[in-house]
């Protein structure tokens, strides 16, 4: 009612108008008609009426809702305030939406990995089952999450209890290709209650179901929303028609909705296939059969009623007969107990799965709380700067005050201003969030792995920078609002042109203020420091071996349908074939070589010695070709390289790197010495010599110590193919050699697939994490630096002007220059030495939280403080220094006659 | 009848009569402002000389709570005038109003002259 009333208090007044006219007129009628003359009688009915103006306005201001009517007021103001200080606004608005949009960015991603749920059904009640193996598990891992065998799997999804629906799901890569250069799309396994479970409906054709999860079925696919329209261009006719994976054709059945991307946040799937069609693309080899193969992660939803204790005990009273069914007979005995002992436990699942969220959940935390340091740091800096434009403001706030202004209502104006600036400056950071989100998932995405989140702006993220833009307008705006109202009128008024001597409490706000500043962005630049030099260290490591100008190339002949027996000679043809490319240098095979991304270990003891007294070691194994030294760069200290004559009949050889001869044989003087390799997995030893020593190299890790690696001829392991992936070294630009490898391959067969991977690329790629905290916190360390010398700046400048007349009566009293210098100086140093005081102790306090992210050195690092300390106080002291000298440089004369 | 030489009570009413006096004029039908101040001079011996400007807010007052209702209409003399009635609400809000209003005469009456208690 009021509401209606205040928009349409125009059309009130015109009414109302009207209104007393008419009353004005009767009551003239009524005077004329006593024998009063018209114009008398007019006069006396407005007498009678009393002050028009005077009751208009009153029933205008009944109309009116004050606090609406002020705000409108007072934003027209303070946009005239703004706009007559474009330089004060410009830095302010830029300062906010940096700070704003930096927060809100990292935000973005954290809610996205971390905070937000699954978009799919009742979110909170799934669950996954988990195996517990605190003394590790032996067999193969080859993708993301390998939490369960098949085996396992189909045992807990036969007895459980506890979960209306449960499912299994592993991801793969799949080919789209039909040979030749790999076409890569990402395939997920799914067993039958996928869909099901998570409560998806498919946007077209149908779901894989429990019918289409039978052991020995034909595979299908499922593919997704973006997918489908990639490939399909969103046609209908997609469903049912067939797609190539690994030269397999398989049919299309249905197509999940738009918002559906699977659960592995930070992955979504092109392709889902029932988890009992792999056999098909693997063969004889298949991970449903293997029982060591760990390849799946199972998901249920507990029933109603279930709470996760129960469930738990549930579990843990199944585990037992689940382990004794699912057990791998070809396991040694000290295997199969270790196999026996685990348990089973749930752990939620409402976030979904995400190896994303593992890696980057404590880097992102942290640097947020570093984003969140910048902002309040230019915040600081934004008071200040109100604080100075409140002296200047001193005599219109006193006027105001004086003719009957109230404090409140002031108040309330100079927060109008702040608020305007905050949302002005969060609106823009919300823009620039967009790109800055988008731009560390592409700084996040590698060769080997597309990154994709859903970055949407949701309400969450919006009431975060909402959020942030009221608490930076109160802890910037507040207090110069309420030093700004705090004066006496009369003693501002008095003082005239002079300014009065209560500033120096203003001063010493301003100064801590600024001393804060310092203190904070000595945290940050230290922890930049940090960051960065782990960054350096890391990637100027030696990590044994040469990584510039080798390529290497994967090569799959399972796709192209070769029985494994015809596979070596083909293997062979190619790799002669590659060798002899134009512009390859050297080339050689391996498999699950140093820093390759797969590895391979077993137990090792020296032959020579009692197995018994000897306790086994794990050592990593590289199965090569003769020549991948040479190619590797990786020395030989002692012995010879594998020669062709080291072949399948030979007495087995190999060359160890000098950490496996330290800790094996206890001497790096092992050339000829035999060990054991003992594979406990499929439960067969056998004896090699050792013919040379090698230099040692990083194996899984740039980060771990040097492991212990032998390198063994791929031509001499019974049981294995010969190595399908070939490393080269070329002069020449790799992408030129690239081409002519892939033709070389495609000579021999085109349906041989390929697939290339720039080996320094590939090993700069494992230091994503380490490159997104160097470069983001070297980012925000350099804002802050910057934020807190203006701030310094500033300070000191206006406490020299404000100073102006009484330096100029010292000087014109005979002070020396240099003494005024050392004066101003000497306030600020004060400042910056309070500063980094301070600042030392909170970032030795704060660098704990990063030091599992540092790499060679500790989080109190002293060379590393040292430099943050001397850096930011040598820039402060420039700073101060301008100001300072402007100072000494007064001419006495000018600056009192401008009084 | 009035002695002539009481003064009228010119803008000493308490807070809040105006409003019931208005109400109190429209039971006995629509009016429009310039009847209703001189009904309420009239009515009161001229004892109460209501400003006719204080009447217009007051009006608007309680149109805005609802308590009269008003439509263009011909005055007497045939001016086109605003006439205002009284609603369902208002004259409920009438009935409390008295009561009060007369509840709060007495208490003061007792006070003033204990001796009649």
């Keep these: ?899 | 009848m009035p002695k002539r030489d009481t003064p009228p009570l010119r803008g000493e009413m308490l807070p809040g009569t105006l409003d019931m006096l208005v109400l109190q004029t429209l039971v006995l039908g629509p009016a429009h402002g310039h009847t209703i101040a001189h009904v309420i001079e009239h009515r009161s011996e001229s004892v109460l000389q209501v400003e006719h400007g204080s009447l217009y807010p007051a009006l608007h007052r309680l149109e805005d709570r609802r308590w009269i209702a008003s439509f263009w209409g011909t005055s007497e003399n045939n001016r086109k005038a605003r006439y205002y009635r009284l609603t369902r609400a208002g004259r409920k809000q009438l009935a409390t109003h008295t009561d009060r209003w007369q509840q709060l005469i007495r208490a003061i009456g007792r006070v003033l002259q204990p001796s009649n208690e």
């Design chain 1, 1 to 899: 009612m009021r509401l209606w009333r205040y928009l349409r208090r125009k059309h009130w007044d015109r009414e109302r108008q009207a209104e007393i006219q008419a009353h004005l007129d009767i009551e003239t009628d009524e005077f004329i008609g006593r024998g009063m003359p018209a114009e008398e009688a007019r006069h006396a009915a407005r007498r009678k009426l009393g002050n028009v103006t005077r009751i208009r306005e009153e029933i205008h201001e009944m109309n009116s809702l004050g606090f609406l009517e002020t705000l409108g007021q007072d934003l027209r103001y303070a946009l005239r305030m703004l706009r007559l200080n474009p330089g004060f606004t410009l830095v302010a608005v830029l300062s906010l939406a940096l700070g704003i949009g930096a927060n809100t960015a990292i935000f973005q991603l954290l809610d996205a990995v971390r905070l937000r749920s699954l978009p799919v059904a009742k979110p909170g009640e799934l669950y996954e089952i988990k195996v517990v193996s605190p003394k590790g598990r032996s067999g193969s891992f080859p993708n993301r999450y390998p939490h369960m065998t098949n085996a396992i799997w189909e045992q807990i999804r036969d007895r459980q209890e506890a979960f209306s629906s449960i499912f299994a799901w592993g991801d793969w890569h799949f080919d789209l290709s039909q040979g030749g250069r790999v076409r890569p799309a990402e395939g997920i396994w799914v067993s039958g209650e996928y869909f099901h479970t998570l409560g998806v409906n498919p946007q077209l054709g149908r779901l894989i179901s429990s019918e289409d999860d039978r052991r020995g079925c034909a595979p299908v696919a499922v593919i997704s929303y973006a997918f489908w329209q990639r490939e399909f261009g969103g046609a209908a006719s997609a469903v049912g028609s067939s797609v190539s994976l690994d030269t397999h054709p398989v049919e299309v059945i249905g197509i999940t909705p738009a918002n559906f991307t699977g659960i592995d946040v930070g992955h979504r799937f092109d392709l889902a296939v029932p988890v009992c069609s792999e056999p098909i693309f693997s063969g004889k080899e298949n991970k449903v059969e293997r029982r060591w193969a760990w390849w799946l992660a199972a998901v249920g939803r507990l029933k109603p009623g279930w709470t996760v204790e129960r469930a738990d005990a549930h579990l843990q009273a199944l585990a037992s007969s689940v382990f004794t069914a699912a057990l791998p007979q070809q396991f040694d005995a000290e295997r199969q107990k270790k196999f026996l002992s685990y348990s089973l436990k749930t752990s939620p699942a409402a976030q979904g799965l995400s190896e994303l969220r593992d890696t980057y959940e404590d880097p992102l935390w942290l640097l947020i709380g570093i984003a969140g340091v910048v902002l309040l740091i230019a915040c600081a800096n934004l008071a200040n700067l109100l604080l100075a434009r409140a002296t200047a403001r001193e005599k219109e706030v006193a006027v105001r005050l004086a003719i009957g202004g109230s404090r409140e209502r002031l108040v309330r104006q100079f927060l109008t201003e702040s608020l305007l600036l905050s949302v002005v400056g969060a609106l823009c950071g919300v823009l620039l969030a967009r790109f800055l989100s988008q731009a560390l998932v592409a700084f996040l995405t590698t060769s080997q792995q597309t990154i994709f989140l859903d970055l949407r702006m949701n309400v969450g993220v919006l009431l975060f920078a909402a959020g942030l833009a009221i608490s930076t307008c109160v802890l910037f705006g507040l207090l110069p609002a309420l030093r700004a109202t705090r004066i006496v009128p009369a003693a501002v008024m008095k003082a005239g042109g002079r300014g009065t001597t209560a500033g120096r409490e203003r001063f010493t706000l301003q100064r801590a203020l600024v001393a804060a500043q310092v203190a904070l962005s000595l945290v940050l630049l230290f922890s930049a420091l940090l960051f960065v030099r782990t960054f350096h260290k890391l990637s100027t490591l030696n990590a044994g071996f040469r990584t510039d100008g080798v390529l290497v190339v994967s090569l799959d002949g399972l796709r192209a349908g070769y029985a494994p027996e015809r596979w070596n000679a083909v293997v062979r043809e190619v790799f002669e074939r590659v060798r002899s490319t134009p512009g390859v240098d050297r080339a050689a095979r391996a498999e699950n070589f140093p820093m390759g991304g797969g590895w391979f270990n077993d137990n090792v003891s020296p032959a020579d010695s009692d197995a018994a007294k000897s306790e086994g070691k794990l050592s990593f194994f590289t199965m090569a070709s003769p020549g991948f030294f040479d190619v590797m760069g990786i020395p030989l200290r002692a012995g010879r390289d594998f020669t062709e004559a080291d072949s399948a009949g030979a007495p087995q050889v190999a060359v160890v790197n000098e950490a496996f001869a330290r800790k094996v044989f206890g001497t790096t003087n092992a050339l000829g010495r035999r060990f054991v390799k003992t594979d406990g997995v499929r439960h067969v030893a056998q004896t090699f010599e050792i013919v040379g020593i090698a230099g040692d190299t990083k194996v899984t890790s740039l980060r771990e110590e040097n492991e212990l690696m032998a390198y063994v001829p791929d031509t001499q392991l019974p049981g294995f193919p010969l190595s399908q992936t070939i490393v080269l070294h070329s002069n020449m630009p790799l992408r030129d050699v690239m081409s002519g490898v892939l033709h070389s391959v495609t000579q021999v067969n085109p349906a041989i697939s390929v697939d290339f991977s720039v080996f320094k690329t590939q090993i700069q790629e494992t230091l994503v994490p380490e490159s997104l905290m160097a470069t983001l916190s070297g980012f925000f360390g350099l804002l802050a630096g910057v934020l807190a010398v203006i701030g310094l700046y500033g300070v000191i400048s206006y406490m020299v002007a404000q100073r102006r007349n009484e330096i100029g009566i010292r000087i014109a009293l005979g002070a020396a220059r240099g003494n005024i210098l050392s004066m101003v100086l000497g306030g600020a140093s004060k400042l910056i030495l309070a500063g980094l005081v301070v600042g030392t102790g909170l970032a030795l306090l704060g660098a704990r939280a990063a030091s599992s992210l540092l790499f060679g050195l500790r989080p109190y690092d002293p060379v590393t403080l040292l430099a943050a300390i001397v850096l930011l106080a040598g820039v402060s002291f420039l700073a101060a220094a301008v100001p300072a000298r402007r100072a000494a440089r007064l001419e006495p004369m000018k600056a009192l006659r401008d009084e």
